[in-house]
């Protein structure tokens, strides 16, 4: 096989007919179906069927994928469960060793993973909601990422300053230009949740 390009689309199409709960759902990104191809189950787990590139030496390389975020950071772990085949072998064969090897070790991880995304995207979306309030009580501005404000007194007594939070629930807040009975309130009030 080596020098011979792989129909990797084909390959996939016909792994997905084999294994039960996958489908096919064609390239993994944009000019990438000569090299990745993508099964997904409902739960929206996924292997990749990767191939054509220096590295495989005429061999698939077969994985599990992890899901992203939604701001599309993958959580899976760095070391992704992967097999390899030869592309000659009959493809209910290589169904075969995603079923029996790939598959086992790949699921639990995926389900961690899946935990792991939710919990992320549950604390951003804190973390967003937050920030907005925090905005409009300072008639602020929310940065890109949604996860942190910036404001500016334009001389009304405010000061000026910044608010970030990672999760909503711990804050780092900036505060410049602040009157002494400003700073002795923002004290007191913290020393009162202590």
Partial sequence: MNGTKIDLGKIARELAALLPGWTYTGPGGKDSAEFWQVLRREDGATINVHGNQWGH????????????TKRGEEMGPRNRPSITADPARPLKQIAGDITRRLIPEYAPLYLEARKRTDEWDRANDLAAERTAE?????????????????????????????????TGESWTLKLHSLTWEQAQAVLKLLEAQR
């Fill in 57 to 68: 030496k005429g061999r698939l390389s077969i994985d599990g994928g992890y899901p992203r």
């Fill in 134 to 166: 925090a905005a409009r009580i300072m008639n602020g501005r929310v940065n890109d990422s949604k996860t942190g404000m910036s404001w500016y007194g334009d001389g009304d007594g405010r000061g000026y300053g910044d608010a970030t939070t990672t």
